[in-house]
């Protein structure tokens, strides 16, 4: 079966650093999201792409998050600087304009 | 803006029995989709059925199935048999047209199975 591919698949960082999370959509798919899950907030969406397009990162803190989609293959989430608050789970999710979509393991990020 | 509510937080079932998860979501949609995610210990999101708007006839997949209610906006997952497998949190997520096609999540539902 096809998959989206999430790394790392945890990630232990100091406050301050920059964190990079990578994710590799299904081949085909247009769509790509990052999700931001956490116990006290649930899943929250944080930014989403259409052909590589930014379409709304609205759920993303500006001053400190940025996604990008360098070519079909890849999506970034990049944090910087990180602080403990952003410890959480991410995954990213890939698809089409109809029907589901496809979740990633996701990247487990503890800010310390 | 559409909202998603999973009013169980929490809800047990024994093993081989039936158990039926709730959901409820607004929205001045037509036309739309709606989905059950299960999320296991190793948390991976797993998209169980889906349901689209248009269609009358409710979804099923092996032991799973909906029961979908458009004009009452709910929108259920009854899963017969239950296995320990099945033993995980359920997320019931909205996707409209015209949002974007982005998914919207209830709080989730974690389920217990007893054997």
């Known amino acids: 079966d096809a998959r989206v591919t999430q790394t790392p698949r945890d990630k232990v960082t100091e406050m301050g650093q920059e964190v990079t999370m990578r994710c590799q959509p299904i081949l085909g798919h247009n769509t790509v999201f990052w999700y931001r899950q956490t116990m006290m907030q649930g899943l929250e969406l944080l930014a989403y792409?259409?052909?590589?397009?930014?379409?709304?990162d609205s759920g993303m803190p500006k001053d400190r998050f940025s996604a990008e989609m360098p070519d079909a293959t890849l999506a970034t989430l990049k944090i910087q600087p990180s602080e403990p608050r952003d410890s959480a789970v991410y995954f990213c999710?890939?698809?089409?304009?109809?029907?589901?979509?496809?979740f990633g393991s996701g990247t487990r990020l503890t800010v310390v | 803006a559409q909202t998603v509510t999973q009013s169980q937080p929490e809800m047990s079932v024994q093993e081989a029995e039936t158990v039926t998860l709730s959901c409820t979501y607004d929205t001045s949609e037509s036309d739309y989709y709606l989905f059950w995610y299960k999320q296991p210990p190793s948390r991976q999101m797993i998209l169980v059925i889906r349901q689209e708007a248009y269609k009358q006839q409710n979804a099923t997949e092996n032991r799973f199935s909906v029961n979908f209610q458009k004009a009452a906006k709910s929108f259920s997952l009854k899963i017969s048999d239950s296995q320990l497998g099945d033993a995980a949190m359920y997320f019931c997520a909205y996707r409209g047209y015209n949002a974007g096609n982005m998914l919207t999540f209830g709080g989730g539902t974690r389920l217990m199975v007893k054997p």
């Open positions: 792409f259409r052909n590589r397009a930014p379409l709304d």
């Open positions: 999710a890939s698809g089409l304009e109809v029907g589901g979509y496809t």
